[in-house]
Protein backbone atom coordinates (compact mmCIF):
# COMPACT_ATOMS: atom_id res chain seq x y z
CA UNK A 1 0.00 0.00 0.00
CA UNK A 2 1.44 3.10 -0.98
CA UNK A 3 -0.56 6.13 1.13
CA UNK A 4 -3.68 7.53 0.71
CA UNK A 5 -4.95 8.67 -2.50
CA UNK A 6 -7.01 11.65 -3.47
CA UNK A 7 -9.17 12.08 -6.28
CA UNK A 8 -9.41 13.97 -8.77
CA UNK A 9 -6.56 16.04 -7.57
CA UNK A 10 -7.50 19.23 -9.52
CA UNK A 11 -11.32 20.09 -10.14
CA UNK A 12 -12.82 23.50 -11.43
CA UNK A 13 -16.42 24.15 -11.23
CA UNK A 14 -18.72 26.72 -11.93
CA UNK A 15 -20.79 27.93 -9.07
CA UNK A 16 -24.00 25.82 -8.39
CA UNK A 17 -22.38 22.58 -9.23
CA UNK A 18 -22.25 19.65 -7.61
CA UNK A 19 -18.46 18.04 -6.57
CA UNK A 20 -17.49 15.16 -5.15
CA UNK A 21 -14.14 14.07 -4.00
CA UNK A 22 -13.14 10.56 -2.92
CA UNK A 23 -10.15 9.16 -0.77
CA UNK A 24 -8.77 5.86 -0.49
CA UNK A 25 -7.05 5.58 2.84
CA UNK A 26 -4.15 3.44 3.84
CA UNK A 27 -5.95 -0.36 3.83
CA UNK A 28 -5.55 -1.20 7.56
CA UNK A 29 -6.25 2.58 8.96
CA UNK A 30 -9.81 2.11 10.87
CA UNK A 31 -10.03 6.00 11.05
CA UNK A 32 -10.38 8.66 8.14
CA UNK A 33 -10.55 12.23 8.08
CA UNK A 34 -11.20 15.38 6.11
CA UNK A 35 -9.73 18.90 6.31
CA UNK A 36 -10.33 21.43 4.54
CA UNK A 37 -7.01 24.28 4.11
CA UNK A 38 -7.25 27.62 1.84
CA UNK A 39 -3.88 29.03 1.42
CA UNK A 40 -1.52 30.22 4.18
CA UNK A 41 -3.63 28.23 6.51
CA UNK A 42 -3.38 25.72 8.96
CA UNK A 43 -6.08 22.31 7.72
CA UNK A 44 -9.64 22.99 9.52
CA UNK A 45 -11.27 19.97 10.50
CA UNK A 46 -14.58 18.98 8.48
CA UNK A 47 -15.31 15.21 10.08
CA UNK A 48 -14.05 11.64 10.73
CA UNK A 49 -15.22 8.15 10.66
CA UNK A 50 -14.36 5.15 12.53
CA UNK A 51 -14.96 2.44 10.56
CA UNK A 52 -18.09 3.44 8.65
CA UNK A 53 -19.92 5.41 11.11
CA UNK A 54 -19.36 9.34 10.93
CA UNK A 55 -18.55 10.08 14.65
CA UNK A 56 -18.51 13.97 14.33
CA UNK A 57 -19.06 16.42 11.88
CA UNK A 58 -17.78 19.99 12.31
CA UNK A 59 -20.52 22.40 13.28
CA UNK A 60 -19.02 25.60 10.40
CA UNK A 61 -19.98 22.94 7.89
CA UNK A 62 -23.21 23.88 5.44
CA UNK A 63 -25.80 21.02 5.02
CA UNK A 64 -24.50 21.60 1.40
CA UNK A 65 -21.23 18.97 2.60
CA UNK A 66 -22.09 15.21 3.05
CA UNK A 67 -19.89 12.27 3.44
CA UNK A 68 -19.70 8.97 3.60
CA UNK A 69 -17.36 5.96 3.84
CA UNK A 70 -19.85 2.92 2.90
CA UNK A 71 -18.58 -0.31 4.27
CA UNK A 72 -15.35 1.30 6.05
CA UNK A 73 -13.08 1.59 3.37
CA UNK A 74 -13.10 4.51 1.14
CA UNK A 75 -14.76 7.56 1.36
CA UNK A 76 -16.46 10.36 -0.91
CA UNK A 77 -17.08 13.95 0.11
CA UNK A 78 -19.70 15.84 -1.90
CA UNK A 79 -20.50 19.28 -2.21
CA UNK A 80 -23.57 20.45 -3.42
CA UNK A 81 -24.40 24.12 -4.87
CA UNK A 82 -20.67 25.07 -4.83
CA UNK A 83 -20.26 28.75 -3.56
CA UNK A 84 -16.42 30.70 -4.82
CA UNK A 85 -16.25 30.31 -0.58
CA UNK A 86 -15.76 26.50 -0.77
CA UNK A 87 -12.50 27.46 -2.99
CA UNK A 88 -9.94 25.65 -1.07
CA UNK A 89 -7.43 22.05 -0.66
CA UNK A 90 -9.43 19.56 0.46
CA UNK A 91 -7.29 17.10 2.15
CA UNK A 92 -8.21 13.39 3.65
CA UNK A 93 -6.27 11.41 6.31
CA UNK A 94 -6.20 8.35 8.02
CA UNK A 95 -4.78 6.57 11.27
CA UNK A 96 -4.84 3.28 13.11
CA UNK A 97 -6.46 3.82 16.77
CA UNK A 98 -3.77 5.12 18.51
CA UNK A 99 -4.12 3.20 21.48
CA UNK A 100 -2.77 -0.32 19.50
CA UNK A 101 0.12 0.79 17.75
CA UNK A 102 2.13 4.09 17.84
CA UNK A 103 1.10 7.25 18.74
CA UNK A 104 -2.18 7.50 15.70
CA UNK A 105 -0.47 9.81 13.48
CA UNK A 106 -2.41 11.58 10.84
CA UNK A 107 -1.57 9.83 7.06
CA UNK A 108 -2.30 12.79 4.81
CA UNK A 109 -3.28 12.39 1.21
CA UNK A 110 -1.87 14.64 -1.43
CA UNK A 111 -5.47 16.42 -1.63
CA UNK A 112 -7.99 17.78 -4.29
CA UNK A 113 -7.81 21.46 -4.90
CA UNK A 114 -11.36 22.79 -5.56
CA UNK A 115 -11.75 26.25 -7.63
CA UNK A 116 -15.03 27.65 -8.22
CA UNK A 117 -15.67 29.86 -10.57
CA UNK B 1 -12.23 23.58 23.67
CA UNK B 2 -9.52 22.41 22.40
CA UNK B 3 -7.38 25.61 20.69
CA UNK B 4 -4.01 25.43 19.18
CA UNK B 5 -1.82 29.04 18.74
CA UNK B 6 1.02 29.56 16.63
CA UNK B 7 2.16 33.41 17.41
CA UNK B 8 5.08 33.21 14.38
CA UNK B 9 3.49 33.54 11.01
CA UNK B 10 7.08 33.70 9.50
CA UNK B 11 10.94 32.85 10.57
CA UNK B 12 14.18 33.15 8.96
CA UNK B 13 16.94 31.00 10.42
CA UNK B 14 20.84 30.56 8.57
CA UNK B 15 21.25 26.73 7.50
CA UNK B 16 23.23 25.07 9.99
CA UNK B 17 21.91 27.00 12.71
CA UNK B 18 19.03 25.63 15.28
CA UNK B 19 15.63 27.35 15.36
CA UNK B 20 12.57 27.45 17.90
CA UNK B 21 8.91 27.07 16.42
CA UNK B 22 6.52 27.97 18.63
CA UNK B 23 2.86 26.17 19.86
CA UNK B 24 0.54 26.48 22.75
CA UNK B 25 -2.29 24.75 23.27
CA UNK B 26 -5.41 25.01 25.38
CA UNK B 27 -7.25 21.75 26.35
CA UNK B 28 -9.14 20.46 29.76
CA UNK B 29 -8.32 16.94 28.56
CA UNK B 30 -5.81 15.33 30.72
CA UNK B 31 -4.85 13.04 28.31
CA UNK B 32 -4.24 14.25 24.99
CA UNK B 33 -1.46 13.80 21.90
CA UNK B 34 0.55 16.81 20.20
CA UNK B 35 1.60 16.49 16.43
CA UNK B 36 4.29 18.50 14.00
CA UNK B 37 3.87 18.44 10.64
CA UNK B 38 5.59 19.99 7.89
CA UNK B 39 4.04 21.17 4.60
CA UNK B 40 6.50 22.13 2.12
CA UNK B 41 5.87 23.64 -1.52
CA UNK B 42 4.81 20.94 -2.86
CA UNK B 43 1.94 20.48 -0.77
CA UNK B 44 2.10 17.40 1.10
CA UNK B 45 1.95 16.83 4.89
CA UNK B 46 4.74 15.25 6.80
CA UNK B 47 4.32 14.30 10.20
CA UNK B 48 7.31 15.15 12.24
CA UNK B 49 7.38 14.28 15.12
CA UNK B 50 4.46 13.55 18.32
CA UNK B 51 4.20 13.78 22.17
CA UNK B 52 1.73 12.55 24.26
CA UNK B 53 0.74 14.12 27.32
CA UNK B 54 1.59 11.65 30.13
CA UNK B 55 5.05 11.01 28.86
CA UNK B 56 7.84 11.98 31.12
CA UNK B 57 10.51 12.66 28.50
CA UNK B 58 10.50 15.63 25.51
CA UNK B 59 10.34 13.28 22.30
CA UNK B 60 13.32 13.44 20.01
CA UNK B 61 13.69 12.05 16.37
CA UNK B 62 16.66 12.97 14.73
CA UNK B 63 17.38 16.75 13.82
CA UNK B 64 13.53 17.43 15.60
CA UNK B 65 12.98 17.70 19.48
CA UNK B 66 10.06 18.81 20.81
CA UNK B 67 9.93 21.39 24.20
CA UNK B 68 7.48 20.10 25.82
CA UNK B 69 6.12 22.57 29.03
CA UNK B 70 2.84 20.73 30.60
CA UNK B 71 2.18 23.41 33.15
CA UNK B 72 2.75 26.11 30.39
CA UNK B 73 0.79 24.01 27.83
CA UNK B 74 3.51 24.85 25.50
CA UNK B 75 5.21 22.11 22.59
CA UNK B 76 7.72 23.98 20.69
CA UNK B 77 9.27 22.38 17.93
CA UNK B 78 13.14 22.38 17.74
CA UNK B 79 15.29 21.96 14.44
CA UNK B 80 18.68 21.50 14.64
CA UNK B 81 21.46 22.21 11.74
CA UNK B 82 18.95 23.52 9.89
CA UNK B 83 19.11 23.02 5.82
CA UNK B 84 17.37 24.35 3.04
CA UNK B 85 15.43 21.44 2.39
CA UNK B 86 13.72 22.59 5.88
CA UNK B 87 11.76 25.32 4.40
CA UNK B 88 8.54 24.77 4.64
CA UNK B 89 4.93 25.65 6.70
CA UNK B 90 4.95 23.82 10.05
CA UNK B 91 1.78 22.92 11.84
CA UNK B 92 1.53 22.29 15.24
CA UNK B 93 -1.36 19.83 16.02
CA UNK B 94 -3.25 18.34 19.37
CA UNK B 95 -5.69 14.93 19.04
CA UNK B 96 -7.83 14.73 22.80
CA UNK B 97 -8.14 11.22 23.82
CA UNK B 98 -10.58 10.97 26.59
CA UNK B 99 -13.53 12.14 25.75
CA UNK B 100 -14.17 9.20 23.06
CA UNK B 101 -14.18 11.36 20.27
CA UNK B 102 -10.53 11.45 18.13
CA UNK B 103 -10.58 15.02 16.20
CA UNK B 104 -7.12 16.79 15.22
CA UNK B 105 -7.13 20.46 15.19
CA UNK B 106 -4.21 22.44 13.92
CA UNK B 107 -3.04 25.98 14.36
CA UNK B 108 -2.36 27.95 11.19
CA UNK B 109 1.31 27.04 11.59
CA UNK B 110 4.60 28.97 10.91
CA UNK B 111 6.08 29.80 6.95
CA UNK B 112 10.20 28.95 8.14
CA UNK B 113 13.10 30.24 5.66
CA UNK B 114 16.08 28.47 5.73
CA UNK B 115 18.74 30.78 4.30
CA UNK B 116 21.75 29.40 2.65
Known amino acids: DTGVSQDPRHKITKRGQNVTFRCDPISEHNRLYWYRQTLGQGPEFLTYFQNEAQLEKSRLLSDRFSAERPKGSFSTLEIQRTEQGDSAMYLCASSLEYRREGPGELFFGEGSRLTVL | AQKITQTQPGMFVQEKEAVTLDCTYDTSDPSYGLFWYKQPSSGEMIFLIYQGSYDQQNATEGRYSLNFQKARKSANLVISASQLGDSAMYFC?????????????FGTGTRLKVLA
Open chain 2, 93 to 105: AMREGSSGTYKYI
